[in-house]
């Protein structure tokens, strides 16, 4: 006895709400609230053309046949990465943050935070984990932090610097 195959049933209704059909919200609202949380990837796209680290001998360290040296300490300072001509460097050291758990916010997800008369690099500029900041107000002298210039060994969480030195070695 032959079976004779049957068209598959489809459901039309995944054509208009797709996956937020399970938050059970309209796919406009899904998307106004869930848009924000994608900038992260256009931010980082964006910074990485903007600097045009694939088409210039100045932006790419290798080509020139030159060792670039850098520290994670740059990451959070606004002059740091060649005053942002290495500036995609960033994304590295929040990834190596972001691996342990942390939650890591940068210039490019942040734009307003930018501060062009201090310098050009992307800086990380926000680090929480489990929704408590780790950037605090004061460093560990009791001075005010000022992001994008104060050394960020001096306020960062001693487990964010072992983090990272284990990663990128100490300066």
């Avoid at 460097?89 to 935070?113: C, N």
Wanted: net charge negative; aromatic share 12%.
């Amino acid at each position: 006895m032959v079976k004779k195959l049957k068209a598959p049933n489809i459901d039309h209704r995944f054509d208009e709400q797709g996956w937020v059909d399970h938050m059970r919200l309209p796919q406009a609202e899904a998307v106004k609230r869930l848009f924000p949380t994608f900038n992260w990837f256009t931010g980082h796209c964006k910074n990485l053309l903007n600097t045009a680290i694939f088409d210039t001998k100045d932006t790419d360290p290798y080509r020139n046949g030159e060792d670039f040296r850098a520290s994670w300490e740059e990451a959070f300072l606004f002059q740091g990465f060649g005053n942002g001509k290495a500036a995609f460097l960033t994304t590295s050291v929040m990834y190596q943050i972001d691996r342990h758990g942390f939650i890591s916010t940068a210039t490019f997800h942040w734009p307003e935070k930018r501060n062009p008369s201090l310098g050009n690099n992307e800086i990380i500029i926000r680090l929480q984990f489990n929704g408590q900041d780790c950037i605090p107000e004061n460093d560990k002298f009791g001075k005010k932090v000022i992001q994008g210039l104060t050394n960020p060994r001096d306020y960062l969480p001693d487990i964010v610097i072992k983090i990272l030195d284990e990663e990128y070695g100490q300066t």
